[in-house]
């Protein structure tokens, strides 16, 4: 009866391997160029964005490493282009690849953080609220419901405002991304709470809960290990989803002026700086970190799509 | 349908109330208020005086039930930055937005419904595919992007409309329009196109869903079958009961387009409320900020309640309890 570890573990390897490159999903991804596409561009501008530090000529945040004499040159195919500034560099001497690279990276990080963070308490609250009910489900989704009752971009606006009107100025710069990531998040939550709630319901309800209660299995336990499980996809989806709203929504904060700060900007923050001269024919200045944010949000939402799709059972 | 009435028109209430707490603890708690209205000569006797005059002294509950019968007359404080009433300052401002909000929604209903039948009735034409890829780019353009491209394309190479502000006015009564002067038109144009962008995608994907599944049904087939022509079919059978879910959307959106304005007025300079808010953000001018979020919430919290009870009116199995409570969205 005594088999060696070693070969059972291969086969089960190689079987889930094969279960990815059988499945479904895996099948419908290959068919949607548009899928394979927004995924390609998202990888490449992660990890363009990642590796900023070792690709771009400067490091834009480095004031010692600008020249005031390599400002506001064009792109590099105008007739004056300079190398190796690519796109071009705004009124200080800052090469806006560079720029756009290392405000990729905050945008992309401020976003990631935001969905996890927003996921993190959405299905905490939601778990609970669908799992207890009575009080708890009661206190938790009315506080969602006036947060719904709130237009998002302004519960959004609304904290940031506060969280600087009320820092001191020197703590202000440091905490800008945490404050926007929080900002983010308080009304995405929701959306998540929500939709675990209604499948938390459903399920504690089913006898096998009943019986895992019984038997004295702990709540989290049974909320974690058996009900969870059976509400990820639309979860998946949604997190998708509002991971392009994030990136969204934390490039508006910046362009309003209620994000980052210009000396550490994010995408949304090079677009405000660069709307500055709008009217002096600096275009480049605004139009690169324009595409960069659309493209991210675009192979995002593309990818979001895709996966609503094609783990939409109605539709196969 | 009266007990569903009066629980909708209490669950409203109580959102407000919350909304107003909210309002509330901003206005008193973050920031002196005393420090933010006095001048830098004041006496300590002054601020103590005023402290009193307020009512900043009265318990918690008191200040809470005076904020709010104050704004339920309308009345939202003096403007710390300005000086003046900020009911007054918001009522000169709401007609820009309204006018932007109003028009951009046009846009979106004339634009995204006969895209979405197009994109439903001619799946695989390849006009069909265009505009469902403009639909997903539609929704991924920042608003914001959208504004600063139209600015570059028409105002700064073409040179064809204004890039900022309301151009000429007139005044009906309290109301300042800018639909009846040739240059408020041309200025109205980018913003609102820009305000428009999402709402259009929107509309249009709302549309095709419904679409597809109408032409499913049988009073589709029997129509064809029986020889009415197709584009009457189409646009009048189907597209007809295809409105209804617009008209919610639409209705409940404005108030998403009404606090999406003041990113397209940060852009475009449109001297509205969200603008206004915009500065009073910069300047910590609390009442300001507080009265707009009342009044934008009241605007969204009444359409969501006036929608919700359209739909339990139309259909009564939503007057179920159990409908109500969680499932309005999933």
Same mark, same amino acid.
């Given at each position: ?316 | ?157 073409? %040179?064809? &409309?204004? /890039? @900022? ?8 009564? =309290?109301?300042?329009? !800018?639909? *009846? ?73 404005? %108030?998403? &387009?009404? /606090? @999406? ?8 300079? =449109?001297?509205?409320? !969200?603008? *206004? ?54």
């Amino acid at each position: 009866m005594e088999t060696p570890p070693a070969l059972t573990l291969t086969p089960v390897r190689k079987a889930r391997l094969s279960r990815i490159r059988e499945s479904d999903l895996w099948f419908s991804f290959r068919s949607h160029p548009s899928a394979i596409f927004a995924v390609v561009v998202l990888l490449f501008v992660t990890a363009t964005a990642v590796c900023a530090p070792f690709i771009t000529p400067q490091n834009p945040y480095d004031l010692a490493s600008l020249e005031l004499w390599n400002s506001e040159i064009p792109p590099i195919w105008a007739a004056d282009g300079q190398w190796p500034f690519l796109l071009g560099t705004d009124t200080q001497g800052r090469d806006i690849l560079s720029a756009v690279l290392y405000g990729s990276r905050i945008s992309l990080i401020i976003g990631f953080a935001s969905v996890i963070l927003a996921l993190g308490v959405g299905l905490a609250l939601g778990l609970m609220a669908g799992y207890f009910g009575g009080w708890v489900d009661n206190v938790i989704m009315r506080i969602g419901d006036v947060l719904l009752s709130m237009p998002f971009i302004l519960i959004a606006i609304l904290i940031t405002a506060i969280a600087s009107a009320s820092l001191p100025t020197g703590l202000k710069d440091v905490l800008a991304a945490p404050i926007l990531i929080f900002a983010i998040a308080v009304p995405s939550w929701v959306q998540y709470a929500r939709t675990v709630r209604a499948s938390a319901m459903v399920e504690a309800r089913k006898e096998y809960v009943q019986a895992a209660k019984l038997i004295r299995v702990k709540a989290w336990r049974i909320m974690l290990h058996h009900i969870l499980p059976n509400c990820m996809t639309p979860i998946m989806v949604a997190a998708t989803l509002n991971f392009g709203l994030a990136i969204l929504s934390e490039a508006t904060l910046s362009f309003l002026g209620v994000g980052m700060p210009s000396d550490q900007p994010s995408l949304g923050t090079l677009i405000r700086i660069g709307n500055q001269y709008l009217f002096s024919g600096l275009w480049w200045i605004v139009v690169f970190p324009s595409i960069q944010l659309c493209l991210i949000v675009l192979s995002v939402n593309m990818i979001g799509d895709w996966l609503r799709d094609a783990l939409n059972p109605k539709l196969r | 349908m009266i007990a569903f009435l009066l629980k909708r028109i209490a669950n409203a209430a109580f959102v407000m109330l919350a909304v107003a707490l909210l309002a509330f603890v901003i206005f008193r708690f973050f920031g002196d208020p005393v420090e933010m209205m006095v001048n830098e000569q004041a006496t300590l006797a002054d601020r103590v005086e005023l402290r009193e005059r307020l009512g900043l002294n009265d318990s918690f509950i008191t200040q809470y039930t005076r904020f709010v019968t104050d704004t339920v007359q309308g009345d939202f404080g003096i403007s710390y930055r300005n000086q003046q009433d900020v009911m007054v300052l918001i009522k000169e401002r709401f007609p820009a937005t309204f006018e932007l909000v109003l028009v951009a929604t046009v846009i979106s209903l004339v634009v995204g419904i006969p895209a979405g039948v197009i994109t439903a009735v001619y799946r695989e034409s390849r006009l069909a595919n265009i505009l469902q890829l403009g639909s997903i780019i539609g929704v991924s353009l920042p608003s914001f992007v959208v504004g600063i491209l139209l600015i570059l394309a028409f105002s700064v190479s073409l %040179g064809w &409309l204004p /890039a @900022f502000g309301r151009g000429e006015t007139v005044d009906i009564g =309290w109301w300042s329009t !800018g639909l *009846l002067t040739p240059s408020g038109r041309a200025a109205l144009m980018l913003p609102a196109i820009s305000l428009s962008t999402f709402q259009v995608t929107l509309v249009m994907r709302l549309v095709r869903a419904e679409m597809l599944e109408t032409l499913r049904a049988d009073y589709i087939k029997f129509a064809r079958a029986r020889g009415v022509p197709a584009a009457r079919v189409h646009w009048r059978h189907a597209l007809r009961n295809c409105l209804m879910p617009v008209i919610t959307l639409t209705g409940m959106q404005i %108030g998403n &387009l009404i /606090a @999406f304005a003041l990113v397209t007025e940060t852009v475009f300079q =449109w001297p509205g409320m !969200g603008m *206004l808010f915009i500065q009073a953000v910069t300047f910590v001018d609390i009442p300001v900020m507080a009265a707009y979020l009342m009044i934008v919430s009241l605007i969204f919290v009444v359409l969501n309640t006036l929608v919700d009870i359209t739909y339990a009116w139309v259909d009564p199995r939503l007057r179920d309890d159990t409908a109500s409570a969680g499932g309005s969205n999933g």
